[in-house]
């Protein structure tokens, strides 16, 4: 299972926003999981658009994954 380095920071609003470090993608949410889960809901569409599209997205998106 590929782990999706991530950083996760608190707004001075009190939400959380997530992003990755060597990947496209971010999400915010009112706490970190929800702010996470954003971010996984964000890959997935990219990944449908991709597919719709018929361009190229990271393999990683066909597999398990772990935000870490």
């Known amino acids: ?13 009190g939400t959380y926003s997530v992003y990755c470090r060597n990947e496209p993608f971010s999400g915010m949410g009112d706490t970190p999981e929800s702010a996470k889960t954003n971010m996984i809901e964000a890959m997935q569409f990219h990944k449908e658009g991709c ?10 998106l066909d597999n398990e994954f772990e935000i870490g």
């Open 1 to 13: 299972m590929k782990v999706i380095e991530a950083v996760i920071e608190r707004a001075k609003d």
């Open 51 to 60: 597919i719709e599209d018929g361009k190229e997205y990271p393999t990683f």
